[in-house]
């Protein structure tokens, strides 16, 4: 039985949920935006509007199927995911490391000079902002995945190094120092 399946999704006030189990399709609306969800025929997905609770299951005959359960964990998870990012949104902070190295906001296009003859610029996708604080950027959105694939688009224009520590990353992120080359004895 999937663990992550069979617990209830509780919905908070702010957010309005809308169903339709004929083309298996949820719609959240809530203060920080719109998002949708179109989850596997596998599932079967129920809305109680009295508890405020969203419930995923599968057929007691399909228990054992692997795939299945593996379905009804994901669909379970990636409802979760948008009740809470249209109440709280997500985000991600990066760090720009480098002498000279920064992040500039030039309208809906973050400017990144990081190291390069060139300017590297980068649009993100329309639900998703971003926000400059020194050699910090925030990442903000309602759609975990969104947010999460943009910010790994700008720390893939300069991953980390392991010798310096210079490059782009997750504020949380360690880097694992090297000790170069010694020469002499």
Not at 44 to 68: A, G, L, Y
């Amino acid at each position: 039985m999937s663990r992550i399946g069979k617990k209830p999704i509780t919905v908070p006030g702010n957010v309005k949920v809308n169903l339709d189990a004929k083309s298996r399709t949820i719609n959240v609306d809530g203060p920080k935006g719109k998002l949708s969800y179109t989850w596997s025929p596998e599932v079967t997905v129920t809305w109680d509007e009295n508890e405020k609770q969203i419930v995923c299951t599968v057929p007691e005959d399909q228990m054992e199927i692997r795939r299945i359960r593996a379905f009804w964990g994901t669909s379970r998870a990636r409802i979760q995911n948008l009740i809470t990012g249209a109440a709280d949104g997500y985000q991600k902070k990066l760090e720009i490391v480098g002498v000279g190295w920064n992040a500039q906001p030039q309208g809906k296009t973050l400017r990144l000079n990081i190291g390069f003859c060139h300017p590297v610029d980068l649009t993100p996708p329309a639900s998703v902002e971003f926000a400059v604080d020194g050699q910090f950027v925030t990442i903000t959105g309602p759609d975990k995945q969104a947010v999460g694939q943009f910010a790994a688009v700008v720390r893939s224009k300069r991953p980390p190094e392991p010798y310096n520590g210079k490059g782009i990353k997750y504020t949380d992120e360690i880097i694992m120092r090297k000790q170069g080359k010694v020469f002499g004895a």
